[in-house]
């Protein structure tokens, strides 16, 4: 593991996710590029301190070199330091799970996504939400033609943490997320904005040709955004808007989709992760529930029975699991296919950042349409 | 009453609502253009038939004449006959409350607020959505600061009874809608976008500066819109969007508004309007209902205790009951503050004009900004 | 009107609810038995002085006398006053509709149900709550087997506004319902566990033939009881759970049912008439919606399309459209089917008399079973 | 782990929970007392074939002699082996975790809590319901008398995967569950309707003096019951209800508890449980949110902040946790206290027991008020 020391939410989220499905072992990490506080952050998870380095490349070496060493690291970073960690691992033979975004431009990602390619390597960017069993039985639902022609994509993202300038009142979590040195140029945009613009791609299987959008840092002293509003249009004629905020008073983790086709629509919302609803046009609304809906990529997300919620852990964990497997497929010679075990590799993190390319041009026109390239 | 001729939907809410608080006596009305239809509507309604006319500018003429005459006409017709009726009305010295859009066009609404003004007529226009008395104190909410200063505007408005080309297939309800002459030239974006912008206004006391919309016709032979998409800004820095759709598969009534401010946001659904959420920044979620709220605003559009469900023919009668009050205190004259009464006019009605030709001079850019002026 | 003078929630209901489907004149009223504040009230509500009466009897008297006399009176007082009032006005040969309960006694109300059909009148209890659409939908679709066989009938009803002792501070409403010489024996049990009881044998088609009951009086120095707990064992083998409490702090006014069969289940809400939830066995959870139901029963309860929510007062209105229909009906020689229409009616009020009985009779053997004839 | 082999649902449960927070290493399992079977069930989960047992009392005798021996068993199979196998590992100086319910009679029970006190062991008892931080929340809010007085106790459970009578049909889950030899005298009553009682224990510290209690069997051949309901009184005054079913449609998991007080009432739906409702008398019901809700209780149960939900799994962790704590803070000669944990103990699976033997004695009894003992 690189990064996730001592106060560092998302590293104690990797650990527990890793070790749900018990597949992964920890058995190395750089914790911290503070010596002192590496050391202390690898005593408290009970890591042997020969195991864990105060320098990340190190690490990778030392690993890499070891006949029992690390098979796959998993970058928890900010996100400066996701290309330059991956590269070096990916150089070493390692696989790569990697928190989001993928990096800080495009071109970077890009580099990653060849490099992955060239040493045959798993690439896994952790998009958690995409893999509740409900959002994939929600992208199932819209394979499956239940809802017709899809006609409009409606995401949105909020959270109300950055209401008040926290990075300016010593929180470390707003500090890198509002420093566009380490965060790269978007603020919200990329922290939220990208999770919600995931979720629609994934579940709906489409992505926009074309954005309108406009970028806003409503808290005074605020250099990146901390606000993203835009339309949407698609090749095929549909049409949606896109908001995330994390100044939404009131907000936690609000992070919703709805989705409206010729013959019905489906409504997620990630605080409420266990239902899907899905309406038929002139229909009732039903609640379709995780363990009591019968699509294979649903039960394969699923561990304990409909009734008994799972949540943010869980899918966490599915994402790792999903890793395993597609590593143990390559060890065993028969790669498997990532599309079809719905994980999200770098090629979403490439996705993601020709959107947020896309926005941030947009943005500069003052909200000129701007097309977006088919993905990969 | 002009219009609401038997299979009028929305002629016999007119009637419900002007009865419910017993401040009208329907004494004469033109409700069909078709002199049989006219008549057999009258009598089923127990009309006396020689106050029943097929001519509408007949009884205009006929009922100013009489000492018993009508003080008010209700003007529930297709869109492109508000404007004439609510003219021949007027100059008869016949206080007005007239369905919205108020007329096909600004100029049109512009010279119906001159006459109403020249001849001190009451012209009151039917925004129902506005007259819920949760809306009334999302509206005091706002307004008292509990939500700080206004940051983000979100509303929209989803219905799916346009989903199919039901104007193509007898539909009444669906044909005139569907119908420039009739309609205007806004489809979706006349019929139920302006709600939704109204509300919006309504809510924060704030009108938008700019937008940039986008309209979309997606059931093929439709020529007007049944899809409007937008974004917004306020003078204020305020950013928002809103939607509205009438091919949004599984939604009924779904008119929803969301206001988030520095110190606390709120949430309304038309579909549950007994309720109000407020959420204070980092708080939890508060259901406000109707009836143990304290504001004179809600309590005044109030009937039956909390818990006693209320909907929308009492909000539609709480139109008509502030119409009533108004008339009564300009006949008293002391003319009453609209305002301060929170119904709304045909200065709303402007605003809706002002709004819709926004909209569509941004559709014809291509989705550029258009200005709005702020409101008389 | 008999009773529903100033201050008197119920009496502006009752006639709200007569006039909303213009079905009902008010021509006379004994809105109080003072009568400098029984003209008042009369001319609050545009009364003629000559038709507004301080002596109930009187009114009964002159309108009988009249040609063009009430042929309808409403009570709306006390329930102490219930038989006494319906009583002279069946004798006088007036349809009655009442407040429920029926009256202070079985006794009573069975001399009542005589009386009527003596004079061949019509005698409607007000049961609203069983008006509302989805409430005859659910009736429906019990009786049309869509449950399968019923097991499991869970009826509650909550309140709170009389947690506190309001019966001892002046409260009017407060004060009657807990003296039992204006009330009768039962408190929260009469007010609104009948109401319960009601909707539970409405929805279900089925009467409880036992059941064990428990009466608590929480606020120190109220006589009659505020809550009511009991168990139900039906004659089919099902059981269930019946509670109603006017001391449950937080509720306004929640009335819920919950009926389960063999082969799916409904729950009812109140406090959101507009939807019905029905899940099938082992399946997803549907909401289904006034208006998009297809059951005659609640399309002729319904006055505006789905997603238009209504309310308390339409359910109310409906019980006097019923009214109104059966007592056409009767005037053309040709009665209506009480059953068929679903009104409830004198018959209604001694099932509710019945079932107070018994759960007194239980109370009295510290909750020992006690038999509960099947309704006439 | 004594039993969880493949195909028991709660073995992975226990893993799963005992790994998430890296408290405990699984060094040994007899994971079915089928050789064949065990072995193949260790090889699953990759653990050493030598130290997988087909006898569990071989493992007990095994491990207690190694020095790198288990430390603390799980036991986690049907009812009827949980006092021969917890009185084996208590004897032999294990720690016990054990699935409720506690054992198949109070006296097995009792001499359970002999023998843990006898050999100073830690006895945890899995009820996750109330490991759920909410739930903990919900305690704390009526202790620190945020409702009042309690008045009301409401509490439920219902499930419908009975509803069937799968027990014949090969099921292994529902076999044993049906079989008075593995489940005891109990059915759903055992299996759930402890769970209810004792998150109504738990959260309003207190134990129902009197129950009158019945049990029906509605599946045709079904020996124990499928549903339970009972009135129940308690020492201050309090009134409540209690009931479970596993036989009630559409119902998946659906555990719920609502406090009524004088001040104040909460309701908890384990399905939903990031949130838990407080709603003031009088006021605006308060959605209070895992992550958000600043008690010590709570928040130590908590392992990712608001808006990113946690489930079933996470809460049986807390169980796992908390014994942990217990079982760390007893090898350091400083017992911590089991109850200011908030964790079960061998203790509430004697109060289950005395709440099973007063409810068939009242069932027995036609329905009689049966007395409970107070907690010990």
């Known amino acids: 593991m690189l990064g996730g020391g001592e106060g560092a939410f998302i590293g104690a989220v990797h650990r527990i996710a890793a070790r749900l499905d018990d597949c992964y072992e920890l058995v190395a990490a750089a914790l ?18 020969e195991r864990s380095y105060a320098d990340w490349r190190e690490l990778v070496r030392a690993e890499a070199a070891r006949p029992d060493g690390a098979e796959v690291v998993a970058i928890v970073t900010p996100n400066h330091l996701h290309a330059p960690m991956a590269t070096a691992a990916l150089q070493a033979g390692l696989h790569v799970i990697c928190d989001k975004p993928l990096a800080v431009s495009l071109a970077e990602g890009e580099e990653l996504a060849r490099l992955a390619r060239q040493h045959d390597r798993v690439f896994v960017l952790t998009h958690p939400y995409a893999a509740y069993p409900m959002v994939r039985h929600a992208r199932h639902l819209v394979a499956s033609g239940a809802l017709g022609h899809i006609r409009l994509v409606q995401a949105e993202y909020q959270q109300d943490w950055l209401s008040r300038p926290l990075e300016q009142e010593g929180n470390k979590q707003a500090a890198w997320r509002a420093d566009p040195a380490q965060a790269g140029p978007a ?8 999770h919600a613009y995931q979720l629609a791609c994934f579940v709906t299987g489409m992505v926009p040709s074309q954005l309108a959008a406009e970028l806003t840092s409503f808290v005074p002293g605020r250099v990146l955004d901390d606000h993203v509003q835009m339309m949407l249009r698609y090749a095929n004629g549909a049409r949606g808007l896109l908001w995330a905020s994390q100044v939404a008073a009131g907000c936690e983790n609000a992070l919703r989709l709805r989705v409206f086709g010729t013959e019905g629509s489906l409504a997620f919302d990630q605080e409420q992760p266990n239902e899907l609803w899905f309406t038929p046009l002139g229909g009732a609304a039903q609640r379709l529930t995780r363990g009591r809906v019968d699509s294979a990529a649903a039960q394969q997300a699923t561990r304990v029975p409909a009734g008994h919620p799972e949540g943010y852990l869980e899918a966490f964990a599915q994402v790792y699991r999903d890793a395993a497997t597609l590593i143990l497929a390559r060890n065993a010679c028969r790669p498997a296919d990532a599309q079809a075990l719905q994980v999200t590799t770098v090629e979403d993190g490439i996705a993601g950042h020709r959107f947020i390319d896309a926005v941030l041009a947009s943005h500069a026109g003052d909200g000129a349409w701007v097309a977006l390239a088919p993905h990969p």
């Open 32 to 49: 911290s590029s503070d010596p002192a506080r590496a050391a202390s952050s690898a005593a408290a998870i009970h890591l042997p301190p």
């Open 187 to 194: 603020g919200c945009l990329g922290d939220i904005g990208t």
